[in-house]
């Protein structure tokens, strides 16, 4: 089991690490370079703790602002064809109010295929979370981190689908 905290630090430390040659193909102008090496980069990432990490541009113009890679607008997909949560959606809805605060609503969301999907809406945008995956269109601090790692410990892995959590 991996946790959504050591996969978004390993992503933000490889952003920086690349972040003199994203300058560069940035110079250059070449956004559909740039676009493609921070996929590869993200991919890598993802692929290291066997799931896919996305991150999405909804706002092209955000490609230019390098310093908000992997802060926000962000996926991470471990088991796309699951379509049951392993916990109650009760749970999940109580986990989000507890990390997130503030204002926030949890919605049942459209389940497309016969998944479960729940919606979180709240000032900073919103999170879907579906049973294999969550999909973050709001900047991510440290109160979605610590949900996120809550859903990889209760939903995402299980002691009885995938053995002893390391």
Not at 47 to 69: E, G, T
Not at 126 to 134: A, D, H, T
Request: one cysteine or more; glycine letters at 6%.
């Amino acid at each position: 089991m991996v946790l959504f905290s050591i996969v978004y630090d390993e992503l933000i430390w490889n952003i920086r690490e690349n972040r003199d040659a994203f300058v560069a193909i940035l110079n250059k102008s070449n956004f559909n370079l740039l676009y493609q090496k921070l996929a590869e980069l993200v991919s890598f990432t993802g692929s290291r703790h066997k799931l896919m990490l996305q991150l999405h541009f909804p706002d092209p113009d955000r490609l230019k602002d390098i310093d908000s890679y992997g802060s926000e607008n962000i996926s991470v997909v471990i088991d796309k064809f699951r379509k049951k949560f392993l916990v109650s959606k009760k749970a999940i809805q109580d986990s989000a109010l507890r990390s997130l605060g503030g204002k926030i609503q949890v919605l049942d969301a459209y389940a497309y295929e016969g998944k479960e999907g729940l919606r979180v809406i709240s000032e900073k945008g919103r999170i879907e979370i579906l049973p294999g995956s969550f999909h973050a269109w709001c900047k991510i601090d440290r109160n979605e981190i610590a949900f996120f790692d809550w859903m990889m410990q209760n939903n995402y892995f299980s002691p009885g689908e995938f053995g002893a959590l390391e």
